[in-house]
């Protein structure tokens, strides 16, 4: 787990590359690799590798990037980790591969010499890599499927830039720092940026599943080499030959291995333990598979002997599997003086990720590096309410909605509308509504800001560039017409949602403490071969079949608790803290029609900022 960047002048008519440029945006990643850095430039001086290091597998000299292979050919710059990466390195050392270490990103080079771009075929894991060819001139850039390592791009018609975060991109001072219409839109209307755009004109973020070439005449159109509405259609089509009575099986196998994988590392592995049954469950796998793993709940002192106090329950299941424990209670008074310091790292908007940074704080402060979380659990077997609100949504509610509301709300602005309708495109020829728009129905569940809000806190010119910008750069993820309705949530969910916002804040906020996120539930292999029996079913309702994965079950207390969460008075903080309180200043907001806390928390984190000036009402 690590920072990379690069910068390609691949143009003949391109600027000489930058050096300075390369260590300052590799350097303002410094918390991403505190343990070492390392930078590397091409024959010709056009092309150049940044990297900081958070040592992880293989601790040696003989981990550290860039990495090139013996002939010099091959230079590699990498984020991430290959959980299959043993398996591989036996299967290259057998037709002749000599290895120099023992590391993942050594085994990445050599499968790259050997299969090229066929090697993405071959990855388990989360990753964003590099890879410099020096006898062609050609950079190979590519990201796991899921999105979990992020990777951005800037291209100016001849020089290639690209970071592990926006913010270090910018840092460097090669790309300008103009906010653009669609991320500021996007941001708004999600509560997180969606992907491929960023909060920043000029810069995008290569989508997950995706790989990227550039060479010395151009940049290369990105191309994908999994999507997730494929594999769910895979899964599904493999779980109808699935005979009644083996789907527990099948997903106690599945995800042991998972965890199993993602317990791969030479430093010590601990798990963030809730009181619910995602981290529960993962917990309890890697206590059967016999590793010793330490387990840690935050709590905060004001929710003792309160429901929303999750310390009792995941203590008790801390019990009930034998492993090593630690509780964690922090005063909300010291949770509000991290606000500033997670405002300043935060590397794009986003009105989530404040919980997560609680828990990293003071898990990294107990001296673990590597953490395993239950992330993605919802969207993989149906925890969250949306799953049954969507379909009625789309049922009921919708066409009064979409005919009412949308047709009467904008009157004064028919461009505004038009743009909207082209944002949110009907499935095939059929008539807009979210009776046979899914994604309709998932804007009007998961929105922070309805689109014809947008003229409350925006200009109508900037709205309607952002809307479409936002409808040209196709941020939804196509959906297969076979899905079924729970695959078809499950595919929104995990590309909207997890993706652009759990998935995204987990990797900055993590890396900001220099610690590393796993989420086995949010694995290729794992989705591959359970995703199916969940849209067909089989499971049962929601998560309760995770109750029957564990040879000796969940204790109580965490099969009966309801589904809450680490709560924080967000509330309060909109009221009381100077940073969050620029919602202040817009008369809307103010308003009693503005009641969400989240649209409030989003304005009042881009009011802050110097480069949004002039763009907000």
């Known amino acids: 787990m690590c920072g990379i960047n690069g910068i390609y002048a691949y143009a003949v008519e391109a600027p ?95 499968l790259y010499r050997r299969d090229g771009v066929d090697m993405l075929q071959k990855l388990r894991g989360m990753f964003s890599f590099a890879i410099w060819d020096e006898q062609e001139k050609r950079l190979f850039l590519a990201r796991d499927r899921h999105g979990i390592k992020p990777l951005y791009y800037s291209d100016d018609g001849k020089t290639f830039r690209f970071a592990s975060q926006v913010q270090p991109l910018l840092a460097g001072g090669g790309v300008p720092r103009r906010v653009s219409p669609g991320g500021l839109t996007g941001f708004l209307i999600w509560g997180s940026v969606p992907e491929p755009l960023t909060f920043y004109q000029g810069i995008h973020e290569l989508r997950a599943g995706h790989m990227l070439l550039v060479n010395r005449q151009r940049v290369a159109v990105p191309v994908a080499y999994w999507r997730l509405g494929d594999a769910l259609l895979q899964s599904i089509e493999a779980a109808r030959a699935v005979p009644p009575g083996q789907e527990v099986d099948i997903l106690r196998a599945a995800l042991a291995d998972s965890v199993r994988a993602h317990l791969v590392a030479d430093v010590p592995v601990g798990a963030f333990l809730s009181a619910g049954l995602d981290s529960s469950t993962l917990v309890g796998l890697a206590h059967e598979s016999g590793q010793n793993i330490q387990t840690f709940t935050v709590t905060a002192d004001e929710f003792l002997g309160k429901a929303s106090d999750e310390a009792p329950a995941a203590a008790e299941a801390a019990r009930h599997f034998g492993v090593p424990h630690t509780v964690a209670s922090i005063n909300l008074e010291q949770a509000k003086s991290s606000l500033p310091a997670f405002l300043a790292a935060m590397d794009q908007p986003t009105v989530d990720g404040i919980n997560t940074w609680m828990v990293a704080e003071a898990t990294r402060r107990a001296g673990l590096k590597v953490v395993i979380s239950g992330l993605g659990g919802d969207e993989l077997l149906g925890g969250y309410e949306s799953f049954e609100r969507i379909t009625a949504i789309q049922a009921d509610a919708f066409p009064m909605i979409s005919q009412r509301w949308v047709g009467s ?104 403490h220099s610690m590393e996120l796993r989420t086995p539930f949010v694995d290729h292999r794992l989705t591959e071969q359970v995703a199916g029996l969940a849209a067909l079913g089989r499971f049962g309702k929601g998560k309760s079949v995770l109750s029957r994965v564990l040879a000796n079950g969940l204790p109580e207390a965490i099969l009966k608790r309801p589904k809450t969460g680490f709560t924080l008075p967000i509330w309060a903080w909109l009221y009381t803290v100077e940073e969050l309180s620029g919602w202040k200043r817009n008369s809307w907001l103010r308003s009693r029609h503005a009641r969400n806390p989240y649209t409030r928390w989003g304005y009042s984190v881009i009011a802050r900022m110097p480069e949004v000036k002039g763009m907000l009402l």
């Open 409 to 512: 709300a904008m009157g004064h602005a028919y461009a505004f509308m038009a743009n909207w309708l082209r944002h949110m495109p009907p499935r095939g020829s059929e008539k807009w509504s979210a009776t046979n728009n899914p994604q309709a129905a998932y804007l009007w569940q998961r929105g922070v800001l309805m689109p014809w809000e947008l003229a409350k806190l925006l200009p109508s010119e900037v709205y309607l560039a952002g809307l479409d910008e936002l409808y040209q750069a196709g941020t939804w993820e196509a959906i297969p017409k076979d899905l079924t309705p729970f695959a078809q949530v499950s595919l929104l969910e995990s590309t909207r949602y997890m993706r652009n916002q759990l998935l995204r804040d987990t990797d900055w906020v993590g890396m900001a």
């Open 16 to 110: 000489a590359l930058d050096r300075g440029e390369l260590l300052r945006t590799r350097d303002a990643m410094w918390a991403r690799g505190p343990d070492s850095a390392g930078a590397w430039y091409s024959s010709d001086g056009r092309m150049g590798l940044g990297h900081r290091r958070l040592a992880i597998i293989d601790l040696s000299e003989l981990g550290a990037q860039p990495m090139s292979t013996s002939d010099g050919r091959y230079t590699i710059s990498y984020s991430g980790e290959i959980y299959n990466y043993l398996e591989l390195r036996e299967e290259l050392a057998r037709s002749g591969t000599v290895f120099r270490g023992n590391s993942d990103t050594e085994v990445l080079l050599h």
